[in-house]
């Protein structure tokens, strides 16, 4: 038995974390959101697809497949988060999928399973831009901070779309993990939490 800070399957209703067991996956229709990221000092942009707009405020890297031509060119420089004003770099993963979205994608350790090993594995900076109830913490957009997630992305898409990052927005079938005892939807969170070692 060990104790350790990981990413866990979080009710940000019950305020617990809960079990993979105790997560349902609904299919429901969802929105793609296509955003463009500013490359530094120069007049390109690398664009990424993502259902989740609002936890690119925790954004720490874009990840594209080292095997993807058409952004050879781009690995290694930085981007700028919209609205966020943070700079992020360029990395290659072969969890960037080719043929999803884009191809490139934002990469936030801190609210996504495969983007934690990605973040593992490049040695990615860890930002948590969500309190335990879903609201928006002080590492978000100051004005944003004690929002509920879902009311930040709606203000997020909307500035998006009139500073002129938002390239374009997909309506999609996909699944989306629900608590089997509040069904809410569950967010992965880093929390300090006891596990068990059952190899």
Known sequence: IFKDKK?????????????????????????????????????????????????MLGDTAIAVNPKDDRYKSLIGKSVKIPLVERSI??????????????????????????????GKRNKLEIIN????????????????????????????VKKLKEEGFLLKIETIKNKVPYGDRSNTIIEPLLTEQWFVDAK
């Open 7 to 55: 990413l866990v399957n979080w009710d940000t209703q019950l305020q617990t974390a809960i079990s993979d067991l105790e997560v349902i996956q609904h299919d429901v229709q969802s929105q793609l959101y296509y955003i463009n990221y500013p490359i530094e000092n120069s007049k390109e942009k690398i664009t990424i697809a993502t259902t989740r707009p609002e936890t």
């Open 89 to 118: 770099k360029i990395i290659t993963d072969h969890y960037a999928d080719p043929e999803q979205g884009s191809g490139a994608v934002k990469i936030t350790p801190a609210h996504d399973f495969n983007d934690y090993d990605v």
């Open 129 to 156: 831009i969500f309190e335990k109830n879903g609201t928006i913490n002080r590492n978000g957009i100051r004005e944003f901070v004690g929002l509920d997630r879902f009311e930040a992305r709606k203000i997020l």
